[in-house]
Each structure stands twice: as C-alpha cells, then as structure tokens.
C-alpha cells in the first residue's frame, strides 16, 4: 500500500519559516519525481517544486529564492524548506510522487496546512 504523508504545516508569521517533510511507503522512491503542489482557497493547485531522481530542482518563480526542495531516498522522504513566508503562502501543500515512465503510478498525500499571518 502506497502511503504518503505530510507534516510540518502550522501558523507562522510573515518572514517566518517552515519546514516540511513527506514520508513515503511502499514505492521505490528513488526512481520517482518528487513534488510539492499548494491550492489556496478558491484557486487551482499549482506546482511549488519539484525534484527528479537525479536531484535535479525546480520552482515556481513566486517561490525562487525562498524555498528549497530536497530529498532523503535513504528516509524516502521530500522536504520543502520555506523561508521568507509571505500572507500569500497560505495554503493547502501537497506531496506528489510521479513516475517518471509510467503514469499509472502517481501518488498524492492528504496534504498540510500552511498559514502564514500576523
């Protein structure tokens, strides 16, 4: 059974930061690509990052320079690194697992809460 689980979402304050993790289980997540989706209310999910089984990264330009994705294949684990937090962070964030070469396998988490207030 495949299981991806996020944490590390919460309140902060503006320019604050957070950190946060998705654990994986019952996929080789070496091979897969890794990505971090938020959906605030009332608009689509997007794409935040993204981290291929080579390491290679990408971000939105709204998160350039403040966010950093990482992955643990050892832990089997993706992180995201949010720094700089703005009002406009404020969101639902998703865990994604994708297979490279076969999308029928393509995983989501339930998701974080991440708001960021004074």
């Known amino acids: 059974q495949v299981q991806l689980v996020e944490s590390g979402g919460g309140l902060v304050h503006p320019g604050g930061s957070l950190r946060l993790s998705c654990a994986t289980s019952?996929?080789?997540?070496?091979?897969?690509?890794m990505q971090w989706y938020r959906q605030a209310p009332g608009k689509q999910r997007e794409l935040v990052a993204l981290?291929?089984?080579?390491?290679?990264?990408s971000y939105a330009d709204s998160v350039k320079g403040r966010f950093t994705i990482s992955r643990d294949n050892a832990k089997n684990t993706v992180y995201l690194q949010m720094n700089s937090l703005k009002p406009e962070d404020t969101a639902v964030y998703y865990c994604?697992?994708?297979?490279?070469?076969?999308?029928?396998?393509?995983?989501w988490g339930q998701g974080t809460q991440v708001t960021v207030s004074s």
């Open positions: 981290i291929t089984n080579d390491g290679s990264t």
């Open positions: 994604r697992a994708e297979h490279p070469r076969n999308a029928d396998y393509d995983y």
């Open positions: 019952g996929i080789i997540f070496s091979i897969y690509v």
